[in-house]
């Protein structure tokens, strides 16, 4: 076993404290990655404070993991000593249902294994990145570009495939009106790679203060959702809006902004589920999707874009003793716009 070293929560309430634990020996086709960075998700809290109803103590949460390959096994043909890597929301799958084999794990039909806070195939508890390293086997991690500041890359691994994936599957390009709801972790990334797409970007906040920051993202138009009459001129106008908001909203107002054949795709998951006017649907054949951050294949396709396209998140870095703080700002919306924590500080 190979011994480890994080942050862990021990139970819902109390703040996350360090925590000694091991990691499975190295198999034939494993990887054993040094953690540089890992990203604060707003699941993490979730997940920490059992706000989900499915959480097991001690956890080390985590699961926007960039670092270095220390180590490989036998039979490893993707990674070598020295290069980068990540690992995103998951590091196990059958790998033999329909999605599976159509890199579509996230959707796997048995149950995909997650990076924390789940049951690996060898009946041991999954955990995260809040750590110095993980071993995942090599059809799990992903190739990190040389070319991107590796920080801000941590992030990539879950809001920006989350917010890549669904851009890709309705074919997002040039000419496309795209809308995104919420400017934070998920909706700047959106912003960021729907422009790189050549789609025209339209953001949606409730937020004045935010307007000057989306246009510099790359959002051509700004529109405060408050105001009924800024809406109304947006009606019938979008092929794709975006959802990031994880919050109990009426769905309404912005379905009237959808074109015919338009589709609405929510990324979070609220705590209630929202009502909806089957009208807004009907009368104009629109729909409501929901997609699930990517599979592998175009989670690295994802990454080899924003090397293309010099895109990265914007970060707020911290040491790991601030995370319970860096936990109630991300609560507060007061980070631009994701916290990425400085494993170095683990020896601090």
């Known amino acids: 076993m190979i011994p480890s070293h994080g942050y862990a929560a021990t139970d819902a309430k109390s703040p996350l404290r360090p925590f000694e634990f091991e990691r499975r020996d190295i198999g034939p086709t494993d990887v054993l990655i040094g953690i540089a960075y890992c990203g604060i998700c707003h699941s993490d809290i979730h997940q920490v404070r059992n706000e989900w109803g499915s959480s097991n103590y001690p956890m080390v949460p985590g699961h926007e993991i960039v670092g270095t390959v220390l180590q490989v096994g036998n039979q ?8 980068l890597a990540g690992v995103g929301c998951f590091v196990g799958s059958c790998r033999t249902c329909e999605s599976c084999k159509e890199g ?3 959707y796997c039909e048995k149950g995909f294994v997650g990076t924390y806070n789940s049951v690996a195939k060898d009946g041991t508890r999954t955990m995260g990145g809040y750590s110095n390293n993980i071993v995942v086997d090599e059809a799990f991690a992903l190739k990190v570009p040389a070319n991107l500041e590796l920080a801000a890359v941590a992030p990539l691994l879950c809001a920006g ?12 390009g040039k000419g496309h009106r795209v809308g995104v709801m919420g400017l934070g972790g998920l909706g700047h990334m959106a912003i960021k790679l729907a422009n790189a797409m050549g789609a025209h970007v339209v953001v949606f906040t409730t937020s004045p203060q935010k307007v000057e920051d989306a246009l510099q993202l ?5 529109v405060i959702s408050k105001n009924p009459n800024d809406m109304q001129a947006q009606a019938n106008r979008f092929d794709l809006i975006l959802n990031t908001i994880s919050a109990p909203i009426d769905l309404g107002p912005y379905l009237q902004l959808l074109k015919r054949d338009g589709t609405m795709v929510l990324l979070g998951v609220p705590p209630q589920d929202p009502v909806i006017a089957t009208a807004n649907l009907v009368f104009q054949r629109r729909a409501i999707a929901g997609s699930l951050v990517g599979g592998l294949p175009e989670t690295q396709e994802m990454l080899d874009f924003c090397a293309k396209h010099n895109i990265v998140s ?5 040491p790991i003793q601030r ?4 936990y109630e700002r991300t609560i507060k919306g007061d980070v631009k716009y994701r ?6 500080s683990l020896n601090q």
């Open 104 to 106: 579509c794990e996230q």
């Open 161 to 172: 495939i989350t917010t890549y994936s669904p851009l890709r599957h309705w074919k997002v």
């Open 339 to 344: 916290f990425v924590i400085d494993m170095k």
């Open 314 to 318: 914007d970060i707020e870095m911290i």
């Open 76 to 83: 490893v043909k993707k990674f070598k000593a020295g290069d």
């Open 323 to 326: 995370v319970d703080e860096a």
């Open 218 to 222: 790359g959002a051509k138009e700004v």
